[in-house]
T-cell receptor, first 110, second 113 residues
Framework: GIQVEQSPPDLILQEGANSTLRCNFSDSVNNLQWFHQNPWGQLINLFY???GTKQNGRLSATTVATERYSLLYISSSQTTDSGVYFC????????????FGKGITLSVRP | NAGVTQTPKFRVLKTGQSMTLLCAQD?????MYWYRQDPGMGLRLIHYSVGEGTTAKGEVPDGYNVSRLKKQNFLLGLESAAPSQTSVYFC????????????FGPGTRLTVL
């Protein structure tokens, strides 16, 4: 199956700093999603981005499918950005089951 | 719309007991999924369904059974719970269209003693 590697595993930022989170995957995909899991455990969809670039406020994401990686950018970080960020990819099969990376734990300090 | 809901939110079982987790969605989605999340492991797919009356195995199906008798509901059963099934369980659903975005429920925290 597809392998998903996220880096770095842990990240500590001062409020206001910018950061880049990386997701590498081992095969062609037709689905790539970024999620934020908040400290209460809720999974929140950030982006559906199998290719290209999208922006939503202070967050943006870029996926280069031909090179099998995706980047999530967080600008002007806030304490509410803390939590775990997951990248999940779906293979090119019809059922598009998602394979998750192990996540990146982000802590934003005030 | 309530989106994806899960019942119960928390449960403690003794080894060997059985239980059923209920996932319900009101978005008329075709596809539904059950995942488990363990520390440091990300989410792993247990079983999934591509439509009413269908089920299929995911990455870690052993010890679990599922049923999809109604389109809006996806049930996950543990016939004889084991401590290794202590985990947080997430249900998700998605439409059958091209966007493939999965929408997740709030999770069920299960402890097996």
């Amino acid at each position: 199956g597809i392998q998903v590697e996220q880096s770095p595993p842990d990240l500590i930022l001062q409020e206001g700093a910018n950061s880049t989170l990386r997701c590498n995957f081992s095969d062609s995909v037709n689905n790539l999603q970024w999620f934020h899991q908040n400290p209460w455990g809720q999974l929140i969809n950030l982006f559906y981005i199998p290719s290209g670039t999208k922006q939503n406020g202070r967050l943006s994401a870029t996926t280069v499918a031909t090179e099998r990686y995706s980047l999530l950018y967080i600008s002007s970080s806030q304490t509410t950005d803390s939590g775990v960020y997951f990248c999940a990819v779906g293979d090119t099969g019809a059922n598009s089951k998602l394979t998750f990376g192990k996540g990146i734990t982000l802590s934003v300090r005030p | 719309n309530a989106g994806v809901t899960q019942t119960p939110k928390f449960r403690v079982l003794k080894t060997g007991q059985s239980m059923t987790l209920l996932c319900a969605q009101d978005m008329n989605h075709e596809y539904m999924y059950w995942y488990r999340q363990d520390p440091g492991m990300g989410l792993r797919l247990i079983h999934y369904s591509v439509g009413e009356g269908t089920t299929a195995k995911g990455e870690v199906p052993d010890g679990y059974n599922v049923s999809r008798l109604k389109k809006q509901n996806f049930l996950l059963g543990l016939e004889s719970a084991a401590p290794s099934q202590t985990s947080v369980y997430f249900c998700a659903s998605r439409p059958s269209g091209a966007t493939d975005t999965q929408y997740f429920g709030p999770g069920t925290r299960l402890t097996v003693l």
